[in-house]
Every structure is written in C-alpha cells, then in structure tokens.
C-alpha cells in the first residue's frame, strides 16, 4: 500500500465502519450539554501534584521497538526518528494515582526549529507515530517540515501507548468480532465491557480514554517538548482532538490546523446520518465513474449502481467468496472495503475491479482494502485500532436508548442504501450500554472561547464522511479561518500533494498569516 493509500485508511473515523456493529458502538448520556470543567484546567499546570509530569524529562531512543504494524516497523528502522514515552496520571482528578504511558515519535525539522508540531491523523483510536513520515513524504521540501520538529503520538490507550486498549483477540477479528450485527444484546454489552476490561487489564482505565483525557495529555506534552504554546495539525478526528483541546486550554493555543473537520455542534445521531449520506453521494460518483468504463460491474446505468452493487455482495451474507491464503471474503469484509476506499477519489479504480472480482467470484482486492483498513498484517495479526475506536467513543459520542438505537440503524441504512444488507433489522442496543462511567465528552463542544488565538480549518467540498458544512461550523465555532478545497477526498492539509493547500498551511504555521476568507484551494 503506498504511502498516500496508508494514510487514507488510518485517518478514517470509527463511526464509518460500517453500520450496525460500528455505528451502535459507542455513543454521550442522552443529555447533550458539555460537562462541567474544572475551573482551572487551562492552568493545571500550577498544580503542584501535576508539576511533577509537566517537569518529566523525555529519553529519546531508537523507534524500531515502538512498532505495532508491519508497515510501521519498516517505517521506524529509519535513524532519523526518535521516539520517546511520556507519564501522565491515568486519571487527572488523582494526580498522585496510577499513570499511563503516552509513546510519541519525533521528526526533527531539518533547519532551525521554530518548536514542536503536535500531529493526529484520526481515528479515534489510530496510532498516530508514523504520520510524521507520512507529511515528510508527502511535503518532502515544505516550510513546516523545515521549521518544525514533527510530533506523532500514540493518544492513550492506543498503539504503543500502555496500557493499550484491548477487546478482542487476533482470532475473533478473523472471524469478523467487529463486524455490524443485526441485534446487539443487553447481556452482549456486558460481555464486551468485561472482556475489555478483562483484556485491556483495568475497567478504571476504561473510564479515562475520552478526549478530553487526551487533550489533557497534549498539554503536558506541549510543556515537555519545551513550547509554551501549542502548534498543531490535525486531520479527521484529530480536528476534534485540536477543538477539545482548544476549548480547554485556549490561553496556550499558537496555531491549530484542523483538517477533515468535525462539526463540534453535531451530537451522534446527526453526524451519522450526513456521514453516510456523503458516503452514498461519494459511492453513487465512483459508480457514475464505472459506467463509463467497458466491463463495469455496475453496469451502465448511473441511476442503478447502488441496486447492480446489492445484488453483487448480499450474496456474501450467505456464500463468501474466496480471497486468498485459505481466507474468504464476507459481506461485512466486502463493505468495509467500499467503504475505505471511498475516502479517496484516487482509490475508485481500485473498489472497481474489487467489485468486479466479486461478481467474478473472487475476493482479493477488496479484502486488502479491508485489510489496510482495519490494519491486519500479513500474518493475521492487527493493531488494537478499531477495537480503540469503540472504546474511546464510549466516552465521546451519545449513549442512546435501544429505541433510539434501532431508530438510528435504520436511519443510517436508509441514508447509505448501498451498504443495505437487504434483511430485517431488529432491536439493537448502544454497545457502550454497560460502560463503567457516563461520556464526558458533551454537545456541543469548543464555542464561545474566548480568548482564543486565530486557527485553520481545511474543509473539502466532496469530503465522503466530513461534509464540507462541518467544517464551516468548525471554523465558526472558534472563529477562525476557513480555506475552501475543491476535490473529493478526505482531508487535504500536506497529504493531498497540493501546493495550494500546502502554501496556505505553511505560511499559517510557519509565519501565523491567515488566509484571506475567500480562500480557495483545487485538488487535482
């Protein structure tokens, strides 16, 4: 998978993993509010029980042991990166109690170093150490990779972080344990909280994984690398992270890069529906863009893509088709897949022939898609990424009764009829149900900051999962800039290869001049 596609898949939000399963994952009490906020949370940094973390000192060493995937061990074998582990108190209202440990890596800027850019490129729940090598790659000779030394940071509970979240073994999630069910159980929600517990080895640690805990450790982080104010980038929901963040510590704000944005004012059930509208819009273009072909699997009808692909992968429900090393491909795989490659424009003609395999009775390409997606490596292994996901959005997102469950089911379905399973759909239940503690996150979040420096939200106008309305509402919430890009893909700043977007962002970084509100941007 090359760089560009790698990074597409690990920006990817959890609430786009397909429908049942995923989307009644994790969802914030049914009050909507924010939570209340210590009233000296943008100065926690005077206390003295936390002086201690704000004052550790980082030992940087070699990267290759921080590897959790294939593609990152090959990654960290490169000397130029270092990396290092944080402490900070697993849960900050116990600052003298027990700690977790945050696994950063560092890019160092190739001239003289203005600080420290703090980086994440989504998720919740995707490692984020090697997305400084991705930007590299991507923007080799741009004036933020000159003047800043890249940060990438594994939040807690993820990646090479410890203690690392865990809900499932390699064998269950071959055997498609995160793949949407029909029906979720009161008992099953249970069950799963036990077992992440069990597995993650503390239901204490369960209740600090929110956000707000990572937004937390962002601040001593910010504090250790020696910046008195943060500078950041982040893509899909690192947008979140970057908003949180603000509107917790506004005063140690320099500049934010909010890319891919999520719309602070938006709670679960409104954000789902728009992302998988946009995710049927983007399907229903890359099917447009079939029909045009000889030998499209959709067929040649534009108006019919959705109902041609229906009848291609429902049969999988009963009858997957091989894909490869003794492995078959499931309808649950087949649509992950779809779903992954919808991120990007550059990746339809790889959907294309996966669906076309599929009519042909095989299952390899959109496997592999499935299987960057949900990062499994080649010897059946995956990163704890998904199984994050569902447990930080326990924290974040809004925990609906089964009524409303259900009702959003099939709201979501109805939304995104290619992902259709085309069979009843019973009651289900917030998989989050039995969490140990309520969401702490609130709706809405990070508006009327005051106090607050200029940031820049990056919003592309065919973003299959971050509608472009969602960062309008981003950048007016904090009362920041706003730069247009026209394309269809998800997220644009300094991986999309675009000049125009590349110059902005820099010069927003590097010299903290705004954009102009007209700002406009044209992926190629």
């Known amino acids: 998978m090359s760089t560009r596609a790698r990074l597409h898949r690990t920006a990817a939000f959890g609430a786009t993993l397909l429908l049942v399963g995923m989307l009644g994952a994790c969802t914030s009490s049914s009050a909507e509010e924010s939570p209340e906020e210590s009233p000296d949370e943008s100065s926690q940094e005077s206390s003295e029980e936390l002086r201690r973390f704000y004052e550790q000192d980082l030992a940087f060493e070699p990267c290759e042991p921080y590897a959790t995937t294939e593609a990152d061990a090959q990654i960290f074998a490169n000397e130029q990166f270092e990396c290092a582990r944080m402490e900070a108190p697993m849960d900050y209202d116990d600052p003298g109690g027990e700690t977790v440990s945050i696994a950063l890596l560092r890019l160092p800027a190739k001239g003289e170093p203005i600080g420290s850019l703090l980086t994440n490129p989504g998720g919740p729940g995707y490692s984020g150490l090697s997305f400084p090598a991705i930007i590299s790659a991507l923007a080799p000779e741009n004036p933020v990779v000159e003047r800043f030394d890249l940060i990438g940071v594994d939040p807690r509970g993820v990646g090479a972080s410890t203690p690392a ?161 003794g492995r078959v491909l499931t309808y649950f795989d087949a649509t992950d897949g779809v779903v992954s490659g919808l991120y990007s424009e550059a990746s339809w003609p790889t959907i294309i022939e996966g669906i076309r395999e599929v009519r042909d009775g095989r299952g390899e390409t959109l496997m592999g898609l499935h299987d960057g997606y949900y990062q499994r490596s080649a010897d059946g292994s995956y990163s704890n990424a998904l199984e994050a996901t569902e447990a930080i959005n326990c924290l974040d997102e809004v925990r609906h009764t089964p009524e409303q469950e259900t009702a959003l089911q099939r709201t979501v379905i109805a939304a995104a009829p290619f992902a259709d399973p085309g069979r009843p759909l019973g009651e289900t239940r917030n998989k989050c149900e039995s969490w140990p503690v309520e969401p702490t996150l609130g709706y809405p979040y990070a508006t009327d900051i005051e106090g607050l420096a200029d940031t820049l939200t990056v919003a592309v106008t065919g973003d299959p999962v971050a509608p472009y309305e969602d960062g309008t509402r981003l950048a007016e919430a904090l ?43 044209t992926l190629e």
């Open 165 to 325: 979240l865990d809900c499932y073994t390699d064998a269950e999630r071959e055997n498609d344990a995160l793949s949407a069910k029909f029906n979720v159980t009161e008992e099953q929600t249970r069950q799963w909280m036990r077992q992440c517990a069990e597995r993650t080895g503390s239901e204490e640690f369960l209740s600090h994984v929110g956000t707000r805990d990572a937004a937390r450790d962002m601040d001593v982080l910010r504090a250790v690398l020696g910046d008195e104010e943060l500078s950041y980038l982040g893509t899909s929901y690192g947008s979140r992270l970057g908003a949180v963040y603000a509107d917790m510590f506004p005063d140690n704000v320099r500049a934010l890069v909010l890319d891919g944005a999520m719309n602070p004012y938006a709670a679960t059930a409104e954000r789902r529906e728009s992302q998988y509208a946009g995710l049927q819009r983007s399907f229903e273009l890359m099917g447009a863009s079939c029909t045009e072909l000889p030998d499209c699997p959709l067929g040649s009808d534009p108006d019919a893509v959705t109902e041609r692909f229906q009848e291609i992968v429902q049969p999988l429900l009963d009858e997957p088709v091989p894909a490869g090393d």
């Open 479 to 521: 009362d920041g800039s706003l730069l247009t890009v026209e394309g269809e893909q998800h997220g644009a700043a300094l991986v999309a290869g675009n000049a125009c977007v590349d110059d902005i962002v820099a010069d927003y970084l590097v010299n903290l001049d705004s954009p102009p509100a007209d700002a406009r941007c």
